[in-house]
């Protein structure tokens, strides 16, 4: 069987949405999760890891119950329409755009939530949430890209967390595999829209 059949969507997909495209800078630990380095400088991800990553990551968050108990931050604006179509699709909650001190660890705010697990889009502008998660013992999950820090960061899902069309499929399929993973979706079902439906609308320049 080939490597093609038993990813989660075709390896060329992952290579087309660019989620291999790491950055030209790699920390420590990311080293692990890449394959070679580009002639550019840039560091490429290996393909069977990031599907692998996202395996685990969904049957480790379809585990929870209710799965409003899951919250999916994103301060990336790329990551905010993925970050809802999952959070639709699933049923968990979202925070979108800035994250407010104290929202995991302050009860008296108006916008406190007791999330059982969170997932993040990108550590470093994330930051705030890891942080408060980390404070208050709530496992954190996030994608991460070959510069990014891991410190309080449980599990890792390596790919590239900065572009539109790359997030978009991370998010995509980690909600199909979610909802396979619950009963909800038959093993061989697809979500009901293609994964460009959970692309953001470009930024103008």
């Not at 919250?71 to 999952?86: C, E, H, I």
């Not at 994250?99 to 997932?119: A, K, Q, R, W």
């Not at 967390?161 to 978009?168: E, I, Q, T």
Request: aromatic content about 10%.
């Amino acid at each position: 069987m080939s490597s093609q059949r038993e990813t989660l969507v075709p390896v060329e997909l992952y290579k087309k949405a660019g989620v291999v495209f790491g950055t030209q800078i790699c920390t420590k630990y990311m080293r692990q999760f890449v394959y070679r380095i580009h002639p550019d400088g840039f560091y490429i991800f290996d393909v069977m890891k990031i599907d692998e990553r996202l395996r685990i990551a969904a049957r480790f968050l379809a585990r929870y119950e209710p799965p409003e108990k899951i919250v999916v931050v994103s301060t990336r604006l790329y990551g905010q329409k993925p970050a809802s179509m999952m959070c639709e699709r699933v049923k968990c909650k979202t925070i979108l755009g800035r994250v407010i001190p104290g929202v995991f660890t302050n009860p008296h705010l108006e916008y406190y939530m007791e999330p059982d697990v969170v997932l993040v889009t990108d550590p470093r502008t994330d930051r705030q949430a890891i942080e408060e998660a980390s404070k208050v013992g709530v496992p954190v999950v996030a994608f991460a890209d070959t510069d990014n820090k891991v410190e309080n960061i449980d599990f890792v899902i390596p790919a590239n967390n900065k572009g539109r069309r790359s997030l978009a499929l991370l998010y995509w399929i980690l909600t199909r595999e979610i909802l396979r993973n619950r009963g909800i979706l038959k093993p061989d079902e697809d979500l009901d829209v293609p994964y460009e439906a959970f692309m953001a609308t470009r930024i103008p320049h």
